[in-house]
Every structure is written in structure tokens, then in C-alpha cells.
């Protein structure tokens, strides 16, 4: 028999996260998956706090969630900026003096033809994907590292893409510089797992396929719409809330405390039918 002891492997009880982009799409789906799973609390962040898509409507939603015990709360913030960032963990700091779970998951992407593409574009995706992950994890180092332990380890997980490693979209609605952005973002994280796994953070990549929201809602029509892409994806279908849940409870509990600068993909297998994917 061996020493195993499964018993709260999956719970995230008494946890303090902060899931960057959590007003809406994949950033919600991850928010509302540490609360079933019993963390304290979810500080969400996004720029706008009003409207239909902002911060406020998504912490009403997520504090209505039925047998939870911990709580969301909402911080604007825009995470392209050290400024915005700085705030964020200043705000956090002084609300609960720890953080034990950071999701950089914020993304922008912009898809054009090639020749013309406006350069404030570039920046504004290597801005948010890939400078912004880099100074969310610098600026939160001192609080993930004294929450974190030898045993139980604090965690970022960066929201990547498949479009890290293959190439989706190139010509009239080419996605070139978000799929460069997201391959940096990947090395990014392979590299921060090596400098903060010896404060006890690990760093890891989860790198969703399609799932309709507003950012892929219309690469996804680009692509000649949902109902294609499910035929070709190897699972028959896009993917789900429960499935960004998944991973995301896996890769934040005791059950993924070993896991340092991995890339996991969650897109059905459909990365590996690359071919078929790119529409020249
Ligand atoms: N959905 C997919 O199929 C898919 C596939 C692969 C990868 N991804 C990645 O998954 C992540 C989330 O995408 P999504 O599909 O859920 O997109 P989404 O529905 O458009 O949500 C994006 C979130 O990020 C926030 N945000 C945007 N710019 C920000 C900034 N500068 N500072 C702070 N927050 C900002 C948005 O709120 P505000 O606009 O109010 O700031 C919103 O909360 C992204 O990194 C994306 O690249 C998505």
C-alpha cells in the first residue's frame, strides 16, 4: 500500500485568487470554478467595472453562486499597465494581505492583413499578452511567495493559446502577432517557472482551443463558423466552461503541486489537425 491521501485533493478551501480578465468568457469560467471549489476569496479584475460585460453584473453573479462560502470581489484595472497592476496589488495587500492563486488570463488580440497592419496594435497585443504577464508575475512575487509554501506551493497559471503553436489565422483576418504573443507568453512561463519555483510558486500554461466568447467569437465565424469547427475538432465540439474548470482546479490544488512550467493545451486534440485549421 502506499502513502496516499487523496481526501480534499481538488478543494481550493481557504485559498486567496486573482483571475486577471474575470468579467467575462474564459476569466469567469475560471472565477467560478475556485469558488465551487472553496476558496475564500476571488478577486477579479477587468477595465470596465460597469454595463452588461463589466465587473460588477460578473460579482453579483458570482456571489449569488448557490453553496459557496467564500466571496468574488471586483478591481478595475487595466493589467497593460505597471500602473493598473500596482494598484491591483495594493488593493489586495491591504484587503487580504496574501494571494495564493494568479491567473494572468487578461488577453487582447487584433487580426488584419498582413501589410497594413496598424503598429498600435502590435502593442497594444504584446502590451497586455506578454509585458503585462510579465509584470503581474514580478509585482506579485512578494505576496504569492509568502503565501506559498515547500508543501503547497502558490500558483500562476498564464491563459495562452493553441495559437501559440500552430498558426490559425494568417491572411485577410491574420492573427499574426496574438499567436507570437502567445508562443512569448508560453516561454514566459517556462522561464518564470525556473526562477519562482524556488520561492514556492509554481508557473504553468493552460492553452484553450476555441470556446465562444466575445475575443473568439469572431475568429471562430473567420473560421467558417462554430458547427465547422466542431467538425473538425476530434471531440465533435468547442469547448466548455467545465473544461477551463478542470484545469484550472487541477493545476491550483494539491493535485497539481508537482507541475512546474507546463503547457497544457484543452482544445479536444484539435491542435493536432493543424492543417486543416488554417484557411489560406
Ligand atoms: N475564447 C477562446 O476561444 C480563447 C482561445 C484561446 C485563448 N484564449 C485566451 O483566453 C483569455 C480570455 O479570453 P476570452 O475569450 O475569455 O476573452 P473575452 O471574453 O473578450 O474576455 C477578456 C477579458 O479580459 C479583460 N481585459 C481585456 N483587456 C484588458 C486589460 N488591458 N486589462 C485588464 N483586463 C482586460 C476584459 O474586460 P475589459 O474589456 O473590461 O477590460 C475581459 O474581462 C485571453 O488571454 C485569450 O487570448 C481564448
Redesign the pocket.
Known sequence: MSDLNIDGFFSLQGKVALV????????LHAATAFLLAGAKTVFI????AAGE??IDQAVVRLNALPNISGKAVGIP????EVK?IQRLVDDITAREGRLDILVA?????WGGPFEPTPDWSSQKVLD??VR?VFNLARLFTPLLSASGTAKDPSRIVV?????ATNVHHVGEHGTIMYSAS?AAANHLARNLAVELGPRNITTNTV?????P????NGLIENLGGQEQLEKENPRGRL?QSSDIAGIMIYLCSRAGNYVNGEHIAVDGGARLGAGRLTRL
Not at 20 to 27: D, M, P, V, W
Not at 77 to 80: C, F, H, P
Not at 105 to 109: F, I, K, L, M, S
Open positions: 486577471t480578465g474575470g468579467s467575462r468568457g474564459l476569466g479584475s477587468a477595465r470596465k460585460q463589466g484595472a487595466n493589467v497593460a493598473g488570463n487578461a488577453g487582447a488580440t497586455l499578452n503585462g491563459v495562452s493559446s493553441t495559437a502567445k492553452s484553450p482551443g476555441f470556446f466568447s466575445k475575443l473568439a469547448g
